[in-house]
């Protein structure tokens, strides 16, 4: 393996913002999110242009990761696999788990090393991260981790 490029899902490479909704603090409404992850919104969510991204970077030598805080089901699988969104690894959250997106992102890039067999020198060196959120690409960077701003990204590539 040559790279390592781990993407997050919404905001990243799917525009799901039909059904987010947002605290009075700006911050995740994490049950009414829960609340519209249904079939019929799922399909209505879109792609983003760094989804080209993703799907030009697997290749036999570099390696896909999907690190994302949705909790993931068949509907959402068969979305990523219907539009060409392929992956070696998936972490996501776990029904229940409220945990804060930048933790539970920093605790799934040390169990994705330890899956890959990699030290965090090797991590550091070889892998990129791709997300949306800026608490969650402050977490990778202090960890030494090369992050690209997938908002900024995503203007980018459309402009």
Do not use: C
Request: net charge positive; proline share 2%.
């Amino acid at each position: 393996m040559l790279m390592l490029y781990i993407f997050d899902l919404d905001g990243t490479v799917i525009d799901s913002s039909h059904r987010q909704n947002t605290l009075p603090d700006g911050s995740l409404d994490l049950a009414r999110w829960i609340e519209n992850n249904t079939v019929e919104k799922i399909l209505a969510d879109s792609l983003l242009p760094l989804a080209d991204k993703m799907r030009s970077v697997r290749s036999v030598k570099d390696t896909v990761a999907v690190i994302t805080a949705r909790v993931m089901g068949d509907t959402d699988l068969a979305f990523m696999s219907r539009n060409g969104l392929k992956f070696d690894y998936l972490y996501s959250r776990a029904e229940g788990n409220n945990t804060p997106d930048d933790l539970l992102k920093r605790r799934a890039i040390l169990k994705l090393a330890k899956k890959l067999q990699r030290s965090m020198a090797w991590m550091r060196k070889n892998a990129v991260f791709f997300d949306d959120n800026l608490a969650v690409l402050d977490m990778m960077q202090s960890m030494g981790i090369k992050t690209i701003n997938a908002t900024l990204a995503n203007e980018r590539l459309t402009a």
